[in-house]
Structures are given as structure tokens and as C-alpha cells.
């Protein structure tokens, strides 16, 4: 997962309000960040660094940069180490002029089309996948770079969701599937793209419309032009997991709140008496309060509790200033940071029953802290909630899910998890449930981590090869 923001002004300097959007993206990426933009003698120009925006990026050089375009990727890996070399935009000056790229998901014929563009003389810089779609325009030195790199979308398969400055204008573009959200914007005359409208409020910016799936739209002097990429699929394929857990709350993607969207899925948690559930729960368990697991589950907690009419209580304590835990590399580094991050009140919980509500369990690592510190309050009872599917499947379109061996739920069964996490009860939302509670078209989403139907229809992927790259995948095997 990554945020990617783009900014285009006929007249005013940009970059500042990139590193801005950028901020309000945060939350999609922590590892590195960067700004790009074309300068007066077209040449492409790119602060880079690692960690988060404020420590990777000067806002004071950035508010001084002559940009009236620039481009912005806050950066999550998924595909190539967490390092320097891989930080985005990726940029270049080839046969054809400057060149930047910043981009959100997974490329998942890439080491295919790695391999072909080596055997051609390529020289990769990085061991991201988005420097292939670069070398792909590369390869065409006589193309305009904009009919390049339409042409080198058209070879790439997964996700995708672009930010791109040529010296034609900014070129915001989105895979076929529509796997990752990208938001057009604008204000006044200028216009903007992000991952999520909700880098746009902070600007002032106005939301337009997504841009849509197939779509590669290139603003400049003349306005905006739009472009099919070609290959359009007969469905889309929108990550449902945005809803549950990577996108901001406030932010709307394809015309549906997300807030709306989670607080729904809390709603229908407390209605449901799932068959995803552990004996001994047959149904809304007796308890003295809901509390969520903040902040992935709060947005969920408030619709259980609102739909239950069990009272809600904030009664586990974020630490605000520890980021989120997921990113950190080694299970020891994960366990404790779960520890700094989240504290239960020895208050509310001692001699109480609880309802828990998180948005997902991945590892189980997580629940399994904070529940055992939960016990240590010495509470009478906690049953675990949970407002999304189990995970049982990798994603290959740009999240971090670990291997099959690595997700809870993929080798154990319900039963099981509830034991190794300690919890009384524990159920998760149906898929049927959460799609629902999405609001969109069912067959327009993608849930392939929670039922292993990936891109081509194949279930799974049985014999160890991935079944979207074709290619033996080490998450798997
Ligand atoms: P785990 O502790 O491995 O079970 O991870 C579950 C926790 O991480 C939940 O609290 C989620 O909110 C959060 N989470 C789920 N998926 C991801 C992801 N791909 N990246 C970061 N955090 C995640
Ligand atoms: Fe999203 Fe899961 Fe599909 Fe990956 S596999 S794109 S996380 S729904």
C-alpha cells in the first residue's frame, strides 16, 4: 500500500501542496517519501528520503521549488526492499525528455517483464516494480512519452494507480481492474490527484470524481483529456480491504463513505450470528460494553454499539505518537510495539464483560497482545469481534499480507484462533456481510484475501504457482 498525490497549476508553485496532500496520506505508507517535479529547463528534480513525510522532506525547500507541476508518493513496500534505492517518484531523463512516476499497487507480471526488458539491455536501477513500467517507455525512444507510456501501461497486469509528470502535463492513470483508489480534485483553475479525497479537504480542494478504472487522464494548458487503456476487463476488481482497514475514514472512494461503509460492518457484526464463529458464541454475546481496538476498529465498535445498544467505551489507549505496528519488521519489534502502541483501562475492564471489536486479524498477533493484557485488567470475559472476513488468502495487488504459513486464518480453525488469542468467543463479519455493507456492485470488488478467488477466476492457488503472475511465489510455497 502507498498514497500517491499530483498537483498541476498553469501559473502557481505546486510542490508545497504536494508535501501537504502527501502528509494527509500518511496513514498509506511510512517508509520513505518523496516529491518530483519537471523544472524551467526540463529537467526532472526529486526530494527524497526516508521515514515520514516531515523527517523524509523539507517543507521550506519544497515551498521555494519553481513547480507549477509536481507529483508526491508516500511509500508502503510490497514489491522491493524498504530502502533508498526504491523510494518513489522514480524518475529519468530519457531519449524523450524528464520523466517521473509514483505509483500505488502491484505489478504481477513484473519479474516476467523484468526479465524480458534485462534481456533487451534494461539496467534496473531499483528492485521496485514501477521502474519497469519506466523502462518500458524507455524502450520506445521515437514515441512521444505519452503515447510511450499508454503503450507501456498496456503491458503491465495488476495494480496499478499513477501519478505521472511528462513534459505533456501530469498524467494521473488507473489500472483496467481499479484495484487501488486515485481521486481527481480540483480548485480553481489548478487540479489534483490522490489516492483518497481526503488529502483534497486539507487543500481546499474540491473532489471531481475518481478517476476511472481503465482510465489514463492527462491535464495540461489544454484541460483535461482522457484515455481508455486497452484490455478493459468484464468486471472491476476495487480492493474491498480499503474499506476495512487502509483508507481514512473520511475520505469517499468510488461515491461511498468509508466511515459509512465500517460503521455498517459494525452494524451487521452485531446482527450477525455468523457461521464464522467460535464455540461457544451462538449469537450477541451478554456484556457490560463494547470497546475497539483504536484506532482500526473504532469505526466499527460505534456501529456495534449503536445497532446492540451495548454502551461504548474507549477503553483501550492508543499511543498517538507510535505509527502503525504492522510496519515494523521482526515479530519481537511487532509484539512490542503493539505493547507501546495500545494500553486496555485496568479501570473499566476489572471484574467486566467486553466486547473487543478490531477490523481485522492478520498474524492474530495483535488480539493476542492486547487480549492477554486485557486478562491481566483481570476482566470477566472478553469476546473478540471482528469486522471483516477471515484472512486466509495473500494479496498480490499491492497490501502486505504474509505467506499462507503467516495468516491466522489460512491454517487454523476458528476454534483455534479464539484459544491462541485467549478470547471467549470470537466471530467475524460474513463476506456476504461486508460486501453489503461496502454498498458497491458485489462483482466489482475484490475479496480475493478472504476467499482466494484472485484476478483470472482460478480459487486459490493450489499447485504453488501465484495465479495472477504465474509465476512460484515464495508467500506461497
Ligand atoms: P495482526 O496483529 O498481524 O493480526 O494484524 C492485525 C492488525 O493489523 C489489525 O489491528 C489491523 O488493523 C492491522 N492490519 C491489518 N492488515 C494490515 C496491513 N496489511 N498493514 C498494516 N496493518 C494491518
Ligand atoms: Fe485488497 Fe485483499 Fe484484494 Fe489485496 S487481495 S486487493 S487486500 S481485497
Redesign the pocket.
Known sequence: ?CGVFGAYSARDFVAEEVYLGLSALQHRGQESAGVAWIDENSRVNAIKGMGLVHEALSQSVLSNAPATSAIGHVR?STSGGSMMQNAQPICANYAQGPVAIAHNGNLTNFLRLREELENRGAIFQSTSDTEAILQLMAHQPRRRPLEALLRALAEVRGAFSLVVLIEEGLVAARDPWGFRPLALGRRGGNYYVASESCAFNLLGVSFVRDIEAGEALLINESGLTSYRLPGGPKRRWLCS?EY???ARPDSIIEGRSVYRARHEMGRKLARSVSDESSPPYAGPPDVDFVAP?PD??TTAALGYSQESGVPFEAAVVRNRYVG????QPTQKV?ELG?RIKLSPSQDLFEGRKAVLV????????????VVSMIRECRAEAVHLRISSPP?RYP?FYG????SNG?L?AANNSLEDIARAVGADSLSYLSREDMVDAIGLPPDSLCTACFDGKYLDGRDGCGDGACPSCERVCKKIC
Not at 497490501?399 to 504474509?402: G, K, L, N, Q, V
Request: with cysteine; hydrophobic share 45%.
Open positions: 500500500m508502503y480491504f476495512v482497514y487502509f481496538l482500526s476498529g502503525r505496528t504492522f510496519i511487532r503493539v478490531d477490523d481485522s486479524i492478520v498474524r492474530g498477533t495483535t488480539a493476542g497482545l484472512v494479496c497490501i502486505d499480507t504474509p503467516d491466522a
